[in-house]
């Protein structure tokens, strides 16, 4: 909407506005979204405000993010004798590479990512675990969180969840009739 009312006020042409709206129906994050009108309105115009200086902290106790929120480019989360939880399949992904600065001492941090984003863990850490499962290797053009981890004592576990062979089954079915 708002690049079809910058495009009838003249801000854009029609070519740019073409082309903008085709980049938008291939855009894969909030940041690529958001990429094409930072030029058109102020930053507190913008349809969706993004507040990249929250921490997501498990301090003796549990913290967990997930449904619908938007995943700044960067963050950090702490769980310190606790536990965080980061779901991701329903969140917005504000760029391709998500970099997330975790501090984990005796606690443990998971992460729950959709089919198709990859996970990579980096950093240090003494006698502790890292777990990452049904994470493709990182492609060209996919999206990719990357946690940078300090971590003593605690867990770090990253998991894709396997889909239902039930309702893959059902949808088979219902597409059938």
Do not use: N
Not at 32 to 41: F, G, K, Q, S, V
Not at 91 to 112: F, R, W
Not at 130 to 148: K, Y
């Amino acid at each position: 909407m708002l690049l079809s009312e910058a495009a009838a006020d003249g801000r854009l042409t029609l070519e740019e506005h073409a082309e903008r709206a085709e980049r938008g129906h291939a855009a894969r994050t909030l940041g690529e979204l958001t990429a094409l009108t930072t030029d058109l309105a102020a930053p507190a115009a913008q349809p969706i405000r993004l507040d990249s200086r929250r921490a997501v902290s498990g301090v003796f106790g549990r913290e967990r993010r997930d449904g619908r929120w938007v995943v700044p480019a960067s963050f950090p989360v702490t769980a310190i004798f606790g536990e965080v939880v980061l779901d991701l399949r329903g969140a917005l992904l504000q760029s391709q590479h998500t970099v997330v600065y975790a501090t984990v001492i005796g606690g443990h941090l998971e992460l729950i990512v959709p089919e198709g984003v990859a996970v990579q863990v980096s950093g240090r850490s003494v006698l502790s675990r890292r777990v990452v499962r049904g994470s493709p290797p990182p492609t060209a053009g996919q999206p990719v969180i990357e946690i940078r981890a300090v971590t003593v004592g605690g867990t770090i576990r990253a998991t894709t969840p396997r889909r239902s062979r039930w309702r893959t089954a059902l949808r088979r079915g219902r597409a059938a009739s």
